[in-house]
């Protein structure tokens, strides 16, 4: 195990997890292959990412600059080029494992899960500043990480940072996308976690990677520290038991 508590990777593994870059975001052939493994899922096109940015962006009543709301991977890859970062919070809406994926953290087989900001509560996170010059390059960016199909549906949101509130862009989960997992009692999320791993790495560094970057922050959140403990119980029993 790494400090973190996720699993090392194993040279004995097939091939090495596939790194999330910005040049990986930009690789169209990336979008064939997810249409090849998994023709279930129904892929939005580029041209389609651009003109939802654009109705964003137009809605703005001032343009000076863009802010984006990061509360899971985001956090600790970022991805996009961004002028300035602040800890923010936002009501109305909590992180929590609720979409199930079956191919970059988790397969058919043994499908993981992600995160997403579904309903009630709040969720405490980090807000990206943008230039605006680079507005519509980088949410581009950002349209293909996250908005590969209409599992998120990104809305314009109230955070609430130490320097005053902004508003920003925020990817809430959208209930009504097959792959919502609505609530999924503790011990099915952790399992799922611990055991899940796809194209990109496995879930449990996933969790991990966003629990250590909260803490860094002084950020907590209860419900994923005793979920991530019950993951690294459950990865320390299967190895005792092997």
């Excluded at 096109?45 to 985001?74: C, Q």
């Excluded at 300035?84 to 929590?96: L, P, T």
Aim: with cysteine; aromatic share 8%; hydrophobic share 40%.
């Amino acid at each position: 195990m790494t400090a973190a508590g996720a699993p090392e990777y194993d040279p004995a593994m097939s091939s090495p997890p596939l790194q999330l870059t910005r040049e990986f975001l930009l690789d169209e052939s990336i979008r064939e292959r997810v249409e090849q493994l998994d023709p279930d899922l129904k892929l939005i096109p580029i041209e389609t990412h651009r003109e939802a940015i654009h109705e964003l962006l137009e809605e703005r009543a001032v343009k000076d600059g863009v802010w984006v709301f990061g509360y899971g991977s985001l956090i600790w890859n970022p991805l996009i080029n961004y002028q300035e970062r602040r800890i923010a919070k936002i009501h109305g809406y909590h992180r929590r494992f609720c979409l199930w994926t079956k191919l970059g953290r988790g397969s058919p087989e043994c499908p993981g899960l992600l995160l997403g900001l579904d309903r009630g509560g709040a969720c405490r996170g980090v807000a990206y500043r943008i230039a605006e010059g680079e507005a519509a390059n980088e949410l581009e960016m950002l349209w293909r990480r996250e908005m590969v199909t209409n599992a998120y549906d990104p809305r314009w949101v109230k955070a609430v940072t130490h320097e005053g509130p902004v508003k920003a862009i925020a990817f809430l989960v959208n209930r009504n996308y097959p792959r919502y997992a609505g609530a999924v009692p503790e011990d099915e999320m952790a399992r799922a976690i611990a055991t899940a791993a796809g194209t990109v790495g496995d879930c449990a560094s996933y969790l991990f990677n966003t629990m250590t970057h909260l803490e860094q922050l002084g950020i907590r959140d209860p419900q994923l520290e005793r979920l991530r403990d019950r993951v690294v119980a459950i990865q320390r029993d299967h190895g005792a038991a092997t």
